[in-house]
């Protein structure tokens, strides 16, 4: 019954990691640029996607396929912003939320278009090798994918807060207006933090490769995990995403393990649902850090 | 619609008129079904519209009454030979009391997180009837007993009927907006749209308006669910729940004007026709093409015309004859 629950919490938090990623795309983009990025889900299918046609077309291993995954997802980041969300930035949330909201249905309907509904996986030398730790086992590809994530997630952090650019971004964060008044240029420090944030999202799409399938619906488990994560985190918290992604993943795989193979989205639901009746403003208390 | 002139009763009889008309001159089972589909969905946008358009409260996660309103009545006639059409009523209420627990939940997020509680409680609602197979039949579903032609069980032998159940329904869902727009909720409603602490902080009771309206719309949108399933004969979690009925309640009222009366009519007109037009062209066997074009109808909307497209129609309405002013035409 231990070994179980203790099995349990490994495979949670491992995947929580990748959980991770997605939702702290989603919070800096919360904090950075005020709206909520309903596509983000779907760019982690892209980062999939680009990961599995790499890997069968030019034999690239998922986890090379990383250097090229961001950089792509960040550039498409860039574009997004200026080309797209900068035009609907404003006091009204309408164009806002169905803006990113139409940009998740037309990728998703897009590659459904072009890839088919088919089930994409990618097979590495390591995809069914684990460690054995006595009566545990951790799989290789899992730890991988939650190393890096967590490293990826460290390197967000140190950014944000020792480069020039990252306090930029923090203080636009705080107070769009007095930032723009302390000579920082909104619409580069937007760029740059979109940009990021779907950076972000093709790493976790690469990450998840070799041990996950990528159909055109896949983003849409992240993305629902990602946003109750980042009201359990306190909106527009990085560490507080991070945390509430990981125990997330742990409650999910919680749910599996006791309550039945489909039951991991109830549980995760049950959670969204009782934070907003007991803790609306998250388990941060309410500051954006 | 303001004035209620002479030109407005008489364009608005005519097209009473000619929507009376319409199936008895198309008889075509397929156009009717078209048909069918226009009105069933501009009534769900007519309902979405009040808590989504008016309040602003950009529900993503109207299929939960949808499903709650197709299950009531749904389980009142399989199991207990009730007629749909009391079942549709305690559906609606079924649904109006959901909408409490729902929104006293949703109701303590803004914006964009508002949204995203209302796709959790819907799924969350769907799930629970995919899990519990003692609540209702499971993910399998039942199909609805046909008992031949029997209009008090809301069971019809041609489309026609149909057509002219949910004709009603969308006149009732537009009576119902025209009353409230012109009473001091429409105004407070609108408030709140607009800027919701400036409302409360000129007394406007917010909390207690939203919860109305969203029992209002809650209502009328289990009234569709009750409907649809009555003409399909069929039920199961994934037709009742789905979430592209959420998605097409928001989307007509956008697409046509987000908080008027007519937009979520124009809005479905223009969709619906689209994905008739697109299935014609490009058979059925094509996964994606239809929400692919609305994604890019509904992007286009928001960046060019994020008002809707219903300010085309009024713009030419108000260039009718009579409200021209007085020309002396040059000999």
């Known amino acids: 019954m231990v070994e179980t629950v203790i099995q349990a919490v490994i495979n949670g938090l491992l995947i929580g990691g990748i959980y991770a990623l997605v939702s702290i795309g989603v919070t800096l983009i919360f904090g950075v640029v005020k709206i909520v990025n309903f596509a983000q889900g779907e760019f982690v299918m892209i980062g999939m996607y680009i990961t599995f046609f790499l890997f069968s077309y030019l034999g690239i291993d998922p986890l090379l396929s990383l250097f090229v995954s961001m950089p792509v997802l960040f550039t498409i980041g860039v574009l997004v912003q200026h080309f797209l969300i900068r035009r609907v930035l404003g006091p009204n949330d309408m164009p806002q939320i169905f803006l990113t909201f139409a940009l998740s249905l037309l990728l998703l309907n897009l590659s459904l278009l072009l890839f088919s509904a088919n089930y994409r996986t990618v097979h590495t030398f390591y995809s069914d090798e684990a460690f054995h730790f006595g009566a545990f086992y951790v799989p290789v590809a899992k730890l991988i994918a939650f190393v890096v994530a967590m490293g990826l997630s460290g390197v967000l952090w140190a950014f944000l807060h020792t480069t020039d650019l990252g306090k930029a971004m923090r203080a636009a964060s705080q107070n769009r207006d007095v930032a723009t008044l302390m000579g920082i240029n909104p619409n580069r420090v937007f760029a740059v933090a979109f940009g990021a944030a779907l950076a972000l999202a093709g790493a976790a799409g690469s990450l998840l490769m070799p041990f996950y399938s990528a159909y055109p619906f896949v983003g849409q488990i992240f993305v629902l995990m990602a946003f109750v994560a980042v009201v359990l985190g306190t909106l527009g918290n990085v560490v507080g995403a991070l945390i509430a992604s990981l125990m997330m993943g742990i409650a999910e795989s919680l749910g599996i393990q006791f309550v039945g193979a489909d039951s991991g989205l109830i549980v995760v639901f049950a959670m969204l649902l009782l934070t907003l009746a007991f803790k609306p403003s998250g388990l941060g208390g309410g500051r954006v850090r | ?331």
């Open chain 2, 1 to 331: 619609m303001a004035g209620l002139n002479k030109w407005t009763w008489l364009a608005l009889a005519m097209l009473v008129a000619v929507l009376l008309a319409l199936p008895q001159i198309v008889t075509s089972s397929f156009a009717v079904d078209i048909f069918i589909r226009i009105l069933l969905f501009s009534f769900i946008g007519v309902a979405w519209n009040l808590i989504g358009g008016y309040a602003k409260q950009l529900s993503l996660g109207h299929a939960a009454f949808f499903g709650l309103g197709a299950y009531t009545s749904t389980i009142m006639q399989v199991d207990f030979g009730i007629s749909p059409w009391i079942g549709m009523v305690a559906g609606g209420v079924v649904a109006m009391l959901a909408s409490l627990p729902i929104g006293w939940l949703c109701f303590r997020l803004h914006g964009p997180y508002f949204t995203i509680a209302t796709i959790a409680t819907a799924q969350a609602l769907m799930l629970i009837f995919l899990k519990f197979r003692d609540l209702a039949w499971g993910a399998e579903g039942t199909t609805i007993p046909n008992l031949g032609s029997s209009p008090l069980m809301m069971q019809f032998e041609t489309k026609a009927s149909y057509y002219y159940v949910v004709l009603g329904l969308l006149a009732l869902g537009l009576a119902i907006t025209w009353r409230i727009e012109r009473s001091w909720m429409g105004y407070y409603l609108v408030a709140i749209g607009e800027n919701e602490d400036a409302a409360e902080a000129i007394g406007v009771n917010a909390a207690r308006i939203k919860r109305d309206i969203f029992m209002i719309s809650s209502f009328l949108t289990a009234l569709a669910g009750t409907f649809y399933v009555q003409y399909i004969y069929f039920i199961d979690p994934a037709t009742a729940f789905n979430f592209s009925i959420s998605i097409e309640a928001a989307l007509v009222s956008i697409v046509g004007g987000i908080g008027t009366l007519w937009g979520p009519v124009i809005g479905t007109v223009l969709l619906e026709t689209t994905s008739a037009l697109l299935q014609s062209w490009l058979g059925s066997s094509t996964g994606g093409i239809q929400l692919t074009v609305y994604a890019l109808i509904l992007m286009a909307v928001i960046l060019w015309r994020p008002t809707g497209l219903i300010g085309l129609v009024t713009e030419a309405w108000r260039r009718r004859p009579d409200s021209q002013p007085a020309r002396v035409e040059s000999p």
